[in-house]
């Protein structure tokens, strides 16, 4: 159990687009979600925690406008880049957490994105 | 205070041989402590975690050691293989709250056969 899925798996866009990437808990529900930002040979950087129902809650120097989170449902937490650019370009991995008693986190696999 | 600093960047070991990854941390709250593996290209998977009541945690050939007076854990992996050869994440969290993960740096496992 505890797997996570995120889709599409890498995406390839033109510069001033917007991109949605859905991260899915397929065999649990999960209250809390987080979203990732990881550079090439870098660690994991925390974007933000989204909780089910709520707004997300932001880290320090992480645009809200710019990487629109929305987390509808216990399952499914979506994060849109808005208007991206080239510095945008990163792997992007979610993790879901079953509930609050629960510290694991469970990774999805990322999606690598490429703004040309 | 949110800092795990983690070492070494990079190591090599035989196949065979004990590959042994550090990390320190500063915040006493902190009071879960997992170890994740990725691989090139794809998500962190949790290995093992553990929490400062016990001083020892073992899993197959994956040991960690938690020495919580010197804020300091470790991963041991015994007999380590070529498929263990991956980027490997110590974590640390608080039990309140949102539970964020702090990572460390990372280390750069390579087993050379």
């Known amino acids: 159990g505890a797997v996570v899925s995120q889709h599409p798996s890498r995406v390839i866009c033109k510069s001033g687009t917007s991109v949605k990437i859905e991260c899915r808990s397929l065999?649990?529900?999960?209250?809390?979600m987080f979203w990732y930002r990881q550079f090439p040979k870098q660690s994991l950087m925390l974007m933000a925690t989204?909780?089910?129902?709520?707004?997300?809650?932001?880290e320090q120097g992480v645009e809200k406008d710019k990487f629109l989170i929305n987390h509808a449902s216990l399952t499914l937490s979506t994060l849109t880049v808005t208007s991206a650019h080239p510095e945008d370009s990163s792997f992007y991995i979610c993790?879901?957490?079953?509930?609050?008693?629960?510290?694991?986190?469970?990774f999805g696999p990322g999606t690598r994105l490429l703004v040309l | 205070q949110q800092q795990v600093k983690q070492s070494p960047q990079s190591l090599i070991v035989q196949k065979g041989g004990i590959s042994i990854i550090n990390c320190a941390y500063e915040?006493?709250?902190?009071?879960?402590f997992p170890w994740y593996q990725q691989f090139p290209g794809k998500g962190p998977a949790l290995l093992i975690a553990?929490?400062?009541?016990?001083s020892e945690k073992k899993e197959g050939r994956f040991t960690i050691s938690f020495n919580k007076s010197a804020k300091q854990f470790s991963l041991h992996i015994m007999d380590s293989q070529p498929g263990d050869s991956a980027t490997y994440f110590c974590?640390?969290?608080?039990?309140?709250?949102?539970?964020?993960?702090?990572f460390g740096q990372g280390t750069r496992l390579t087993i050379n056969p």
């Open positions: 065999d649990f529900q999960a209250t809390t």
């Open positions: 974590a640390a969290s608080r039990g309140q709250g949102a539970q964020k993960l702090v």
């Open positions: 989204s909780n089910e129902g709520s707004k997300a809650t932001y």
């Open positions: 993790s879901a957490r079953r509930d609050s008693a629960s510290s694991t986190q469970y």
């Open positions: 553990i929490r400062p009541d016990v």
């Open positions: 915040n006493t709250a902190f009071d879960y």
